[in-house]
């Protein structure tokens, strides 16, 4: 079946500008996940739903950073007036029940660059 | 809080010999272990997982068995291939923290 798809695959943006990036989950999973990937910071989470709660926000590094997920699917990740640092692979995953002991599925990725 | 230490690299070895990648971790509770693989140009996939301790979990020849005694999570395969050449993430999930907890990777090339 379909797995896990991340929209865009790359986007690159003038600093300050606010970026949305998309995720659509396995269908019928019912936990998502967002993280990032970088060289100097390896995989970081930044946030988990479960359903259309998010009951960790706690990675989210500043209030620049939010995301919300509707109709318990697909989830969008927003980041307001974009940094450099914020250049990163955005990955998004999907479990079926976020027990901690299921498998998370991951997508491939969005790229951002903030110029 | 939790944490996840691997073997940073990188490693280069030949076709067909043994591997070993190590991994530790600190954790308050009984967490499930997890060996993601990234192929290059690819995204994270699972390779092998084990949830409690004692188990083994096992893929494609490689095998990882959890030692709660050593908090450890080591990632073995007999004989490695090209197709090997990727870069391996250990992992750790928490009950009532269903995060993933990531070490900082493992590159592993293999020469024919």
């Known amino acids: 079946g379909a797995g896990v798809s991340q929209s865009p695959s790359n986007k690159v943006t003038e600093k300050g500008k606010d970026v949305e990036l998309r995720c659509d989950p396995i269908s019928g999973h019912t936990a998502l996940y967002w993280y990032r990937q970088s060289l100097g910071q390896g995989l970081e989470f930044l946030i988990y739903f479960q359903g259309n709660s998010a009951p960790d926000k706690s990675g989210l590094p500043s209030d620049r950073f939010s995301a919300e997920r509707t109709g318990g699917s697909v989830s969008t990740l927003t980041i307001q007036r974009t940094q450099q640092e914020d250049s990163a692979v955005y990955l998004c995953?999907?479990?079926?029940?976020?027990?901690?002991?299921?498998?998370?599925?991951f997508g491939p990725g969005t790229r951002l660059t903030v110029l | 809080g939790d944490s996840v230490t691997q073997m940073e690299g990188p490693v280069t070895l030949s076709e067909e010999a043994f591997l070993t990648i190590n991994c530790t971790y600190t954790?308050?509770?009984?967490?499930?272990l997890f060996w993601y693989v990234q192929y290059p140009g690819e995204g994270l996939q699972l390779l092998l997982k084990a949830t409690k301790a004692d188990d083994k979990g096992s893929n494609k020849g490689f095998e990882a068995t959890y030692r709660k005694e050593t908090t450890s999570f080591h990632l073995e395969k007999g004989s490695v291939q090209v197709s090997d050449s990727a870069v391996y993430f250990c992992?750790?999930?928490?009950?009532?923290?269903?995060?993933?907890?990531f070490g900082k990777g493992t590159k592993l090339t293999v020469n024919p």
């Open positions: 954790a308050t509770g009984y967490p499930s």
């Open positions: 995953a999907s479990s079926p029940t976020g027990f901690f002991t299921d498998t998370q599925y």
């Open positions: 992992a750790l999930s928490q009950g009532g923290s269903e995060k993933l907890v």
